[in-house]
């Protein structure tokens, strides 16, 4: 049964997020949310922020490496970046952190838009079972959650994070 | 008429596309919002995705068509598949390999993707009815049966240029009897519930028992025109005099070639489309095709994220409805 | 005297008249002996136990392709005869377009005498109505009829020529020859594969109108009343030109007409996405054509059913439909698309069987289809409840072409026997 977790308060830790990122200020960075979830998360830290350039969001869908295996969700968002990432500093913004590979495949959408002068991760949760070397710089909650749970962010108002066990 | 399963695998999955004929509403709506998420791939500066990095696409026109097969090969090419060419010669009279003959060759070069065009009707049908299970079929054009393809961003054309189907009046004129792609539009209009399909085009040109196929025949372009809110023009041969189908370009021109006059006839925002290419001064007046309610350019545009949408979709197969959220692993 | 005696059967003659369970007694120089009561000092060599069975004439088939001489890649005389008496078949008509065509007297006796050599079904060719099927030059038909040809045609090929046609039939109807019509327009034929039609339209496949069967049968008649020459229609198809059909026979023209097996049961609907084994010419038309057709059965205007057999090799279906050749394989479906008819309640047994055997015989003008005393033993035996399913292995004839692949059936050929031999028997070692 999917239970909504207080453990968490989403607000509270994206304040936390934002207060952390603040230094990064100085680079005028540009920050990239990835659909669904980082998305919404991002939204909020722009506006914290006070983020001059238009918030990008990004849809990995078309570099997943799962495609094979379970095909295409028609429901694709499009990737938006409004601004040119070529030499840019960039904030990118997801949900959870999880095996590592939906970081993976927004790095390599990113670089075919162009080559960002540096790419700094900023993840909500950082739970375990990393399947990539992948590291987040800017960890809102840390978390440590069994083996066939997941965890989801619904949105997007309010932000509620719900674990989900799933049936093995 | 019997759905036509063999487009469909075991799970329910559009494993080939052939014909409009037998695809859910469903699976129409799904091909179009993905063919949206890649016009924006086009529009940016490396337009690839890695989506069919390995795959083989092989372009199998046994009719010549350089423009349709073109846009086959950059779709295929941006979503990073690797692309062959073939153009195997069509004659019937050929002692030479059948036609599954030659497919069967084909797949021994491991081909996941056969984009099929023939001048038979039906010829993409039995090649997908004898290619074993990990390849796919995708119908370019078969005789005069089924064009799925043109109709697919002919409707997405719409969609982006005139709002949902559903309130929308539109009218085929010309070549009828011989076209896949009138046929191909007529069940996809139909299928997303347009107000109302027309065709329009002298008795000689008009197939017997039109009307089954859920139209309205006119043989007048005002009357036809009356009203209509999308005016897509066929394609003319100028060899069918000699098959005393019509009397002259002139007559032809004078009586269904569009021009500024009969578009009038239309709605004011009427849009015009050719499925290309385009016999000016016989189907359409230039000044028209190059005009302010020609959306005949955006189509060639759409014509490629359509068919990367169309080509992701067969090759990878539809996320399950039930797919657990686990299944997108973060 | 010996011979064979098939007990028990229910014996169904309608040349005779003859409904009745009783035994058949057939003499060793195989003629048909005795009905019911055992002729003086018989003795059984053989005893038949057709105890439930139908035990009728051999059937007799107008109108099936042997391949033989020309295209043996796709089937022989020997398959072919083999594949008939396996389906109760004892006597076929060949027509003229073998390769080459039966134009000489050489070549009907070729066919005959070939046909002999197996000792299975009895072979009547057709000779050819023009050299070489041209619609030019007149055959000598008296030299074919001679040779054993019971009639003449021009089979598939079109006599465009009005005036050829003309003088063709007075030629025929000088030596009292039937002459088999093709009723097809060409040029409305045009390049088409279908019936001009709801289906043709969806599907893009060009059609042949009605039209083209209606002009070629308003022409063939007013010929045939010109020239006064007996002719048989070959295979309609079109509700309209059944009406005309029937018109004519009123009016007393000495018109017969046959329709085949498949097109008493398949519409162009059955086409769906392209099966080519519907692939038929005349092409196979809408419901109402159908119902016309089994009309015109019942009422007599068509008073005979015929396989039109034309086996294939696997390739001439395997191709995209406009491309491939048409024909069913249909010796072995004649029978029990005829019963189907019955258990539809169409027809009668005794009327279903009289339209496989008494009257197809009238129309060859050929002594078969009958089992009166002195008449040759060719005897077809049927378990009329035997259930069983068609496929593809189950084909005796070297064509498997055939859409009615898995339809159940009623009704199996257990015995046949020609000239009072038994040359199948169902589960026997061949």
Same mark, same amino acid.
């Given at each position: 049964?999917?239970?909504?977790?207080?453990?968490?308060?989403?607000?509270?830790?994206?304040?936390?997020?934002?207060?952390?990122?603040?230094?990064?200020?100085?680079?005028?960075?540009?920050?990239?949310?990835?659909?669904?979830?980082?998305?919404?998360?991002?939204?909020?830290?722009?506006?914290?922020?006070?983020?001059?350039?238009?918030?990008?969001?990004?849809?990995?869908?078309?570099?997943?490496?799962?495609?094979?295996?379970?095909?295409?969700?028609?429901?694709?968002?499009?990737?938006?970046?409004?601004?040119?990432?070529?030499?840019?500093?960039?904030?990118?913004?997801?949900?959870?952190?999880?095996?590592?590979?939906?970081?993976?495949?927004?790095?390599?959408?990113?670089?075919?838009?162009?080559?960002?002068?540096?790419?700094?991760?900023?993840?909500?949760?950082?739970?375990?079972?990393?399947?990539?070397?992948?590291?987040?710089?800017?960890?809102?909650?840390?978390?440590?959650?069994?083996?066939?749970?997941?965890?989801?962010?619904?949105?997007?108002?309010?932000?509620?994070?719900?674990?989900?066990?799933?049936?093995? | 008429?019997?759905?036509?399963?063999?487009?469909?695998?075991?799970?329910?999955?559009?494993?080939?596309?052939?014909?409009?004929?037998?695809? +859910?509403?469903?699976?129409?709506?799904?091909?179009?919002?993905?063919?949206?998420?890649?016009?924006?791939?086009?529009?940016?500066?490396?337009?690839?995705? +890695?989506?069919?990095?390995?795959?083989?696409?092989?372009?199998?026109?046994?009719?010549?068509?350089?423009?349709?097969?073109?846009?086959?090969?950059?779709?295929?090419?941006?979503?990073?598949?690797?692309?062959?060419?073939?153009?195997?010669?069509?004659?019937?009279?050929?002692?030479?390999?059948?036609?599954?003959?030659?497919?069967?060759?084909?797949?021994?070069?491991?081909?996941?993707?056969?984009?099929?065009?023939?001048?038979?009707?039906?010829?993409?049908?039995?090649?997908?009815?004898?290619?074993?299970?990990?390849?796919?079929?995708?119908?370019?054009?078969?005789?005069?049966?089924?064009?799925?393809?043109?109709?697919?961003?002919?409707?997405?054309?719409?969609?982006?240029?005139?709002?949902?189907?559903?309130?929308?009046?539109?009218?085929?004129?010309?070549?009828?009897?011989?076209?896949?792609?009138? *046929?191909?539009?007529?069940?996809?209009?139909?299928?997303?519930?347009?107000?109302?399909? *027309?065709?329009?085009?002298?008795?000689?040109?008009?197939?017997?028992?039109?009307?089954?196929?859920?139209?309205?025949?006119?043989?007048?372009?005002?009357?036809?025109?009356?009203?209509?809110?999308?005016?897509? %023009?066929? *394609?003319?041969?100028?060899?069918?005099?000699?098959?005393?189908?019509?009397?002259?370009?002139?007559?032809?021109?004078?009586?269904?070639?569009?021009?500024?006059?009969?578009?009038?006839?239309?709605?004011?925002?009427?849009?015009?489309?050719?499925?290309? +290419?385009?016999?000016?001064?016989?189907?359409?007046?230039?000044?028209?095709?190059?005009?302010?309610?020609?959306?005949?350019? +955006?189509?060639?545009?759409?014509?490629?994220?359509?068919?990367?949408?169309? %080509?992701?979709?067969?090759?990878?197969?539809?996320?399950?409805?039930?797919?657990?959220?686990?299944?997108?692993?973060? | 005297?010996?011979?064979?005696?098939?007990?028990?059967?229910?014996?169904?003659?309608?040349?005779?008249?003859?409904?009745?369970?009783?035994?058949?007694?057939?003499?060793?120089?195989? $003629?048909?002996?005795?009905?019911?009561?055992?002729?003086?000092?018989?003795?059984?060599?053989?005893?038949?136990?057709?105890?439930?069975?139908?035990?009728?004439?051999? @059937?007799?088939?107008?109108?099936?392709?042997?391949?033989?001489?020309?295209?043996?890649?796709?089937?022989?005389?020997?398959?072919? &005869?083999?594949?008939?008496?396996?389906?109760?078949?004892?006597?076929?008509?060949?027509?003229?377009?073998?390769?080459?065509?039966?134009?000489?007297?050489?070549?009907?006796?070729?066919?005959?005498?070939?046909?002999?050599?197996?000792?299975?079904?009895?072979?009547?060719?057709?000779?050819?109505?023009?050299?070489?099927?041209?619609?030019?030059?007149?055959? =000598?038909?008296?030299?074919?009829?001679?040779?054993?040809?019971?009639?003449?045609?021009?089979?598939?090929?079109?006599?465009?020529? &009005?005036?050829?046609?003309?003088?063709?039939?007075?030629?025929?109807?000088?030596?009292?020859?039937?002459?088999? @019509?093709?009723?097809?327009?060409?040029?409305?034929?045009?390049?088409?594969?279908?019936?001009?039609?709801?289906?043709?339209?969806?599907?893009?496949?060009?059609?042949?109108?009605?039209?083209?069967?209606?002009?070629?049968?308003?022409?063939?008649?007013?010929?045939?009343?010109?020239?006064?020459?007996?002719?048989? $229609?070959?295979?309609?198809?079109?509700?309209?030109?059944?009406?005309?059909?029937?018109?004519?026979?009123?009016?007393?023209?000495?018109?017969?007409? =046959?329709?085949?097996?498949?097109?008493?049961?398949?519409?162009?609907?059955?086409?769906?996405?392209?099966? &080519?084994?519907?692939?038929?010419? #005349?092409?196979?038309?809408?419901?109402?054509?159908?119902?016309?057709?089994?009309?015109?059965?019942?009422?007599?205007?068509?008073?005979?059913?015929?396989?039109?057999?034309?086996?294939?090799?696997?390739?001439?279906?395997?191709?995209?439909?406009?491309?491939?050749?048409?024909?069913?394989?249909?010796?072995?479906?004649?029978?029990?698309?005829?019963?189907?008819?019955?258990?539809?309640?169409?027809?009668?047994?005794?009327?279903?069987?009289?339209?496989?055997?008494?009257?197809?015989?009238?129309?060859?003008?050929?002594?078969?289809?009958?089992?009166?005393?002195?008449?040759?033993?060719?005897?077809?035996? $049927? =378990? #009329?409840?035997?259930? /069983?399913?068609?496929?593809?292995?189950?084909?005796?004839?070297?064509?498997?072409?055939?859409?009615?692949?898995? /339809?159940?059936?009623?009704?199996?050929?257990?015995?046949?026997?020609?000239?009072?031999?038994?040359? $199948?028997?169902?589960?026997?070692?061949?």
């Amino acid at each position: 049964m999917p239970q909504t977790t207080d453990i968490v308060d989403v607000n509270a830790t994206i304040a936390y997020m934002a207060d952390e990122l603040r230094p990064r200020l100085a680079q005028h960075p540009l920050m990239i949310g990835i659909h669904t979830g980082g998305a919404w998360i991002a939204e909020r830290l722009h506006a914290l922020l006070g983020l001059t350039d238009p918030l990008g969001t990004l849809d990995i869908s078309f570099y997943r490496d799962d495609f094979s295996r379970l095909g295409m969700n028609p429901q694709v968002k499009t990737s938006n970046l409004p601004a040119n990432v070529e030499g840019r500093h960039v904030i990118l913004v997801d949900d959870v952190l999880h095996t590592g590979r939906t970081i993976r495949a927004a790095l390599n959408e990113i670089f075919d838009y162009g080559r960002p002068a540096s790419v700094t991760l900023a993840v909500l949760i950082h739970r375990d079972g990393r399947e990539l070397p992948i590291e987040a710089q800017v960890v809102g909650h840390h978390l440590k959650l069994k083996k066939n749970q997941h965890i989801k962010l619904l949105g997007p108002e309010p932000l509620k994070l719900e674990i989900q066990e799933a049936h093995t | 008429m019997k759905r036509d399963d063999l487009q469909f695998d075991s799970h329910g999955r559009l494993r080939h596309l052939l014909t409009i004929e037998g695809l +859910p509403r469903q699976t129409i709506l799904d091909i179009l919002n993905t063919a949206e998420s890649f016009i924006s791939v086009g529009e940016r500066e490396i337009k690839k995705v +890695p989506l069919l990095r390995g795959k083989t696409v092989v372009n199998l026109f046994f009719e010549a068509s350089t423009r349709t097969r073109t846009t086959f090969e950059i779709a295929a090419k941006r979503l990073s598949a690797d692309v062959i060419n073939l153009n195997p010669s069509a004659s019937s009279t050929s002692k030479g390999e059948t036609l599954l003959d030659t497919v069967r060759n084909l797949e021994a070069m491991h081909t996941e993707l056969f984009v099929v065009r023939h001048r038979e009707s039906g010829a993409a049908h039995l090649i997908a009815a004898h290619v074993p299970e990990h390849v796919h079929i995708v119908n370019a054009g078969d005789g005069r049966h089924a064009h799925p393809t043109q109709a697919l961003l002919d409707l997405f054309t719409i969609r982006r240029h005139k709002g949902p189907i559903e309130n929308l009046k539109v009218a085929i004129v010309g070549d009828i009897l011989h076209s896949r792609v009138a *046929r191909s539009e007529i069940h996809a209009l139909n299928t997303l519930g347009a107000a109302e399909v *027309r065709v329009i085009a002298p008795k000689t040109l008009l197939p017997t028992a039109v009307e089954k196929l859920g139209v309205h025949a006119y043989t007048d372009m005002r009357a036809g025109l009356d009203g209509v809110d999308v005016v897509m %023009m066929l *394609r003319l041969q100028r060899e069918r005099m000699t098959g005393a189908l019509i009397s002259s370009e002139q007559e032809y021109f004078n009586l269904y070639g569009l021009t500024q006059e009969k578009l009038s006839f239309a709605k004011p925002d009427a849009i015009v489309m050719h499925p290309g +290419p385009m016999n000016r001064g016989l189907d359409i007046d230039s000044a028209v095709a190059d005009g302010p309610q020609s959306v005949i350019l +955006p189509q060639v545009t759409y014509g490629i994220a359509v068919r990367m949408a169309i %080509m992701a979709l067969i090759m990878g197969g539809t996320q399950a409805e039930s797919a657990p959220a686990g299944g997108r692993r973060t | 005297m010996m011979g064979i005696v098939i007990k028990g059967g229910r014996i169904i003659d309608p040349a005779n008249k003859l409904d009745v369970v009783k035994d058949l007694y057939i003499d060793s120089t195989g $003629f048909i002996t005795g009905i019911g009561k055992a002729p003086e000092g018989f003795e059984a060599t053989r005893t038949i136990d057709a105890r439930g069975q139908i035990v009728c004439p051999g @059937l007799v088939d107008l109108r099936a392709r042997l391949r033989e001489p020309g295209l043996e890649y796709k089937a022989t005389m020997e398959s072919e &005869t083999r594949a008939a008496v396996a389906a109760g078949i004892t006597t076929l008509c060949c027509p003229p377009d073998t390769w080459p065509v039966i134009d000489t007297p050489a070549m009907a006796q070729m066919i005959q005498s070939r046909a002999w050599r197996f000792g299975l079904a009895f072979v009547h060719p057709l000779g050819a109505l023009t050299q070489g099927l041209e619609g030019k030059l007149l055959t =000598d038909m008296a030299a074919l009829e001679e040779a054993g040809c019971v009639g003449v045609s021009n089979a598939l090929e079109p006599i465009t020529d &009005t005036l050829v046609l003309r003088r063709a039939m007075e030629y025929a109807a000088t030596f009292d020859l039937t002459v088999y @019509l093709h009723a097809e327009d060409p040029w409305l034929r045009n390049s088409g594969c279908v019936h001009e039609g709801e289906v043709g339209t969806r599907l893009g496949l060009p059609g042949i109108p009605e039209a083209a069967e209606t002009v070629a049968v308003a022409r063939d008649l007013a010929l045939i009343e010109q020239t006064g020459v007996r002719a048989h $229609f070959c295979n309609l198809s079109s509700a309209r030109a059944l009406a005309m059909l029937t018109e004519a026979q009123k009016q007393g023209l000495p018109v017969t007409a =046959d329709v085949t097996a498949h097109h008493l049961h398949l519409t162009e609907h059955d086409i769906g996405y392209f099966n &080519t084994q519907c692939h038929v010419r #005349p092409p196979l038309r809408g419901l109402r054509d159908r119902d016309a057709l089994r009309a015109a059965l019942k009422s007599g205007v068509i008073s005979a059913i015929c396989s039109d057999h034309q086996p294939h090799e696997p390739d001439a279906k395997l191709a995209p439909f406009a491309e491939s050749e048409p024909g069913i394989s249909g010796l072995e479906t004649l029978l029990p698309l005829t019963l189907k008819l019955v258990d539809e309640k169409l027809l009668s047994l005794s009327e279903a069987i009289g339209l496989l055997t008494a009257k197809p015989a009238e129309i060859l003008g050929v002594e078969c289809g009958a089992l009166g005393i002195g008449a040759t033993a060719d005897i077809c035996i $049927f =378990d #009329p409840k035997a259930h /069983w399913i068609l496929s593809a292995d189950k084909f005796v004839s070297r064509g498997r072409n055939s859409p009615f692949l898995g /339809w159940e059936f009623n009704g199996r050929v257990t015995h046949t026997l020609v000239g009072g031999e038994v040359v $199948f028997e169902l589960g026997a070692a061949s």
